[in-house]
């Protein structure tokens, strides 16, 4: 296989040669990130295709969308393997789409989404948001709103900001070591944490290439420890550093598919990096595990509910049920952007309905409606809630047994959301 050199965040590196398919991908990708920066979420290629966009003259959005049409003719004729000329063509039809958009075509919201996600967003009933609310309310009896009996129970569990950095690092080396003993996790992999703050998101992954990943933590809210357990299962271990690394090594390194040495927002590998990164908090912590390990860290976040240990144990099983269930209810953010985007509702109504339906404060309404009203996250809100389901469902078509190694699929295949949802069934054992 033919190799060149490349420079990415992680340093100078030798990568296969795209081949003409991968190569107009990689460059079509690279152009569309000028008219929507940060589209490209990550660029670990050939370091020429990045120079050749970067001094080229700005190609019409309304040019990158017929490219993309005339790259996807093209994949029948040169692209021999289903999986990967499928997935080529479903990302090139969600580039199509951004295309498109920022060409100021008129694409209506749910369209957009659905063409992006190559999966149509299905709204969570309320009364399913109300069975969810009326067992947190059984577990936080009193008199005051659910929001603020929430709030004060997150209060007791809050990792205090010095004795973050420790905790992180504690969380970091137990996902780690649970990942090794479930999935191949690449040797020589490293990770850098860091804690930022004015961002919508809560935190982030950014591959670097090389193996490496930087996580940056948003601290501008106090985060509780059961949140930070799942966040870091999220953007770690088994979640988006163990796919990307995972990823570098089996598509690009030894199967050449270059095409995956960039990451792109909006687009359906995102639905399947999401919905793994959220459903593998199960493998990272599997049934019954959170209450121990909450008891476990208690004394190193400064936890206010005391150290004794029938009052700690008991506390930690009601807030591991909390956190379960609060997880649950955030299918609200599927509904409130849809409500906002699709049925044309006004602001303030929809901070209302996040409010009363998902049971947020006021303030957390507000920071939840502005990464849905963000011009980059409106529609990747959906990517979350509606992956994860995708790949529950098709990690429940097989025997708990066999869930790791399906799991470890997603890991370092080219998946589509509508091959999970072909496969999503019992009878599927071999897929």
Known sequence: ???????????????????????????????????????????????????QVDTEQLRPAARLADDAAALRDR??????????????????VAIETLARV?????IGYLEQVTRCFAHTPTR?????????????DTLLPGDGQLADRL??????WMVEPDRLPSVVDRLIERHRARARELFDVPEGEALQLSFVRGQPWAAYNWYEGGLRSRIDVNIDRPIELTRLVGMLAHEAFPGHHLEHTAKERALIEDAGRMEASVLLINTPECLISEGLAEAGRAFAVGDGELTDLLVELAPSVGS??????????????????ISSLRHALDAVRVNAALALHEDGWPRPRVVDYLVEAG?????AAEQRLAFIEHPMWRLYVHAYPEGEAL??????GVAEPERPARFSRLLHEQLTPPALARKAGPADTAA
Not at 75 to 92: K, T
Not at 102 to 106: D, F, K, S, W, Y
């Open 1 to 51: 296989m033919t190799r060149a050199r490349t420079v990415a965040m992680g340093g100078v590196r030798d990568v296969p040669v795209p081949d003409p398919i991968a190569r107009d991908y990689l460059l079509l990708a690279l152009r569309i990130d000028q008219h929507a920066p940060g589209t490209v979420d990550a660029y670990i290629g050939p370091a020429d295709l990045k120079a």
């Open 75 to 92: 994949l029948d004729a040169e692209v021999d393997a289903a999986d990967r000329r499928d997935w080529l063509d479903l990302q090139l």
């Open 102 to 106: 920022q060409a100021g075509e008129r």
């Open 124 to 136: 969570t009933p309320e009364t399913d948001l109300d069975r969810v609310a009326a067992e947190l």
């Open 151 to 156: 709030a004060d129970e997150d209060r007791r």
């Open 304 to 321: 206010a509910l005391g150290h004794d240990g029938a009052s700690l144990v008991a506390a930690a099983e009601r807030t591991a049920t």
């Open 359 to 363: 049971r947020f404060s006021p303030e």
């Open 391 to 396: 790949v529950r469902r098709w990690l429940e």
